[in-house]
């Protein structure tokens, strides 16, 4: 991965639009990021890895990557183009951040966005996550891994050298994320913890169930009491002797409940038959009571039938007046289909009066439609008058509408041929200006050309000297001797020279000679388009053009404006009056229509009243006589008193029904108490009397031994359901203990060799040893560097040390040149600066190892060349040229004098006051 270009808008220190071509300083080689302290420089490795993964290589969050100097209205974001395995890709992105709105006070929140455009046909990513997963799987790298490899922070790498060993685990974790391995350690300690206590959680679980088990042996309880205790103090040993023991006890209880239940079923067959011979004896008592009290209602119910019976004689007796009400109610029946006759000719009566009365108010109203009618006829035809003929005048200011319409159309083609004369005209100026250059252009060629052929004529002789040798013919005279040779004149042209003038001077006429005639064909439309106005001008007055034709077409105009207006407005007044007026025409003909029909209609609604008067008049004469006739004026009151008299009747006919049927009850019931009273007696007579008293407390003696047997017997039962329980749980727990220790034991042993406490063993946990592998081959790659750096003399090796509370990371240096090893923090500031920087660089190279071979064409190295001597300087420079020599460039950010001098290529960034950093580029 490469990067070809770096914009920065709004972003960290930069205010504005800043852009690095980093495809000038070409694909390989060492340049410098130099500037004043605090500019950005490192601020621009930062917007590299914030365009490729959403975060930048420091601590900068959110709104901090907006520059403060920015404007409100710039849009902050970092645009990368950059190439990766032969193609280019170009990403846009832009953090979440506060803005200021771009109206009214206050901040507004900017979303993030991205932009990733790729080589080919694929569609652009706009989704954060997407974009991120298509950056990695492109450059191959995670944003760490990115980090790692493209940044050399040598202050970083100097504390991993010169480091305590707990400071070193810390870099080291930070480096490589090793935490995962301390994570392990923790969760392992955390899972044998649980684990542990689970196994413990089960022994007092059981502990409890023993604590419940029930029994009524003092020897078992104190047993129970000894093996709970021993549980609770994380003894196991007495669970198979105690569930043997349990079950053994269980199977007991559960043949004593047997035996009880054998008990309890014969005991509950000798209450029943105790429980029967009361109830006999009871039973009898109450037939006794029984027959006492249907003896007194024998005699109430022989009162209750003399009575009933006397009641039935007294409405035998109303016979005669029940067969009067008949023939009254026998007239009424034969005279009701004369009432139904009578209402006939009522209904008849009173519709013919309604059809007289709708009829003459039908008669009244079109007397009052044809006087309204005869009124506003009169009305409309004094209108009309009054109206006359405007459709003559609306036609009349037609024609002078079109007229000056038509008019008004002509100034407007006046105006139109003005402005296109105004156009030509300024054509023909900038077209004749054109000509002239072109053709004063044409004289300096001329002059030139002369000037040229001159010179280049002249020179000929000495050209031709040149080409002539001694003893060959001259191509003018032919003599083999050149005693004179002519000279070249100084100065003179060559033949390209001349050649170039030549055709210089040709393409210039040819170019005076186009403008010329287009100068003149510029001329000639503008004097044609004078001429159309000058017509159009005659054409519109008939008489010659004053010079201030213009104002006069203008004051013509404004007039022809009000004109129009004018008659607009009484055409329209002239058109709703004609509107108006065939309107009334139509109105006045159909009115009269409408009175001659109404005239028609008054005179039938005339006829047909006095027929009504005459029909109404008959039906009240008939209505009178059939009245005479009847019992009752109306049917309705003959039915109410033909329901009166019906009422009557049937309430005597009811009265001597229910006479009848009590009288028929009372001697029912007078049989129905004296067969009980026999029933009753035949029946004591068979059973013998005993002493309820003495079956009632036998009874009672029964139950009692009964429901002690069931007591015992439910208490044995809920013993045994308990124990049972309690055998099935300690069981049950049995097993989860037995999974649980193994568990236990095997965590247990884990954890001590994670976290390095096995007896006998190095104290080294799990992320201490990751750590050492990866020191190792850092250490490896780095020894590479640093022997290169320091011509064989240095090489890193990490200690070896027996003490079992060592990590493993203590570093030493061993001098080849005198065979000896010592600590590194004896090292020079110089040294040190080359051994940080094999560190750096041998973490690059594993980093790079471990991702599959990725290989980064670029990469940054920040800062530490300040305390290298002139000769380290020059080593460090050669060990980073070899580098870039792989087709790689390498970025150094330092503001050290020496390199500003020795590098070339420069990315300058300059600190200004208010308006932000700047940056500039130096090849």
Known sequence: MRPLSLTLSAFGPYAGVSEIPFSQL?????????????????????????????????????????????????????????????????????????????RGEGTVKQAASVLLTFPDSRPPVTNLKEALRQIEEIVGLTREQFMQIAMIAQGEFRRLLLAKTGDRVAILQKIFGTSLYRDVQDRLQKEASARKNEYEQILLSMAQYVGDIQTGEEEEKTYYRQVQEHFRQKNENDLPVLLEKL??????????????????????????????????AEEREREKARLHQLEKEEIAARDS???????????????????????????LEREAPLYEKLEELQQQGTEAAARLKAESSRRDHWKEEILRSRETQKKEEKRLEELGNPQAGYAQLQMQKEREEQRSKNRREILRLRQEEQQKREQARQQQSRAAQALEKSGQAQREFE??????????????????????????????????????????????????????????????????????????????AQERLEHGLFQLFAEPVSPQWKELLDREEQQGKERLLSWEKQMLLLKKEAEEKDRLLETTRKRESEITQREEQLRESERTCAALEKEVEGLRGEYRRRC?????????????????????????????????????????????????????????????????????????????????????????????????????????????????????????ELKDTACGSVNGKAKVTFEAYVQMNYFDDILLCANVHLREMTRGQYE???????????????????????GTQREVNTLSGGESFQASLSLALGLSDVVQNRAGGVQLDTMFVDEGFGSLDQESLEMAMDILGSLSDAHRQVGIISHVRELTERIEKKIVVTKQDVSGSQIHLQV
């Open 305 to 331: 039938l003399q009575r009933k019976t006397e009641d039935l004689r007294r409405e035998e007796a109303g016979e005669e007046i029940r067969r009067e009400l008949g023939a009254k109610l026998a007239v």
């Open 796 to 818: 890193l090796l990490r200690r070896q040390s027996d003490s079992s509370s060592d990590r493993g990371l203590e570093l030493n240096v061993l001098d080849h040149w005198n």
């Open 451 to 528: 000037e040229k052929n001159r010179r280049f004529l002249a020179a000929q002789a000495g050209f031709l000297a040149d080409m002539l040798k001694e003893n060959q013919p001259c191509p003018v005279c032919g003599s083999r001797q050149h005693p004179h040779l002519a000279e070249k004149p100084q100065g003179a042209p060559t033949r390209e020279e001349w050649e170039e003038v030549k055709i210089r001077r040709e393409e210039t006429e040819q170019e005076a000679s186009l403008q010329a005639a287009a100068s003149g064909a510029a001329q000639a439309a503008w004097k044609a």
């Open 628 to 748: 005479a006739e009847l019992s009752f004026s109306t049917r309705k009151k003959a039915e109410e008193q033909k329901k009166a008299w019906q009422q009557e009747r049937e309430k005597r006919e009811r009265a001597l029904e229910e006479a009848r049927k009590a009288c028929q009850a009372a001697q029912s019931l007078l049989k129905e108490k004296q067969g009980a009273i026999w029933e009753l007696r035949e029946r004591l007579k068979k059973g013998s009397e005993s002493d309820l008293s003495a079956l009632r407390e036998q009874e009672e003696a029964c139950k009692r031994t009964l429901k002690k047997l069931r007591l015992e017997k439910q208490a044995i039962h809920a013993q045994w359901e308990q124990n049972s329980r309690l055998l099935q749980n300690l069981r049950e727990k049995a097993g989860h203990l037995q999974k649980a220790a193994e568990e236990s034991r095997f965590l247990q």
């Open 26 to 102: 070409g694909s390989e080689g060492v340049y410098l990021i130099t500037g004043d302290t605090g500019a950005g420089k490192t601020m621009i490795f930062d917007a590299i890895v914030f365009a490729l993964y959403g975060e930048t290589g420091s601590e900068r969050r959110g709104t901090t990557l907006r520059s403060l100097y920015a404007h409100r209205e710039s849009e902050t974001f970092v645009q990368l183009r950059f190439a990766c395995k032969g193609k280019e890709y170009e990403i846009r992105r832009s953090p979440d951040y506060e803005r200021p709105k771009k």
């Open 247 to 280: 079950g053994v006890q269980v199977q007991a209880e559960q043949q004593g409940e047997q035996v009880l239940a054998d008990r309890e079923e014969e005991q509950d067959a000798v209450s029943r038959k105790a429980e029967q011979t009361r109830k006999a």
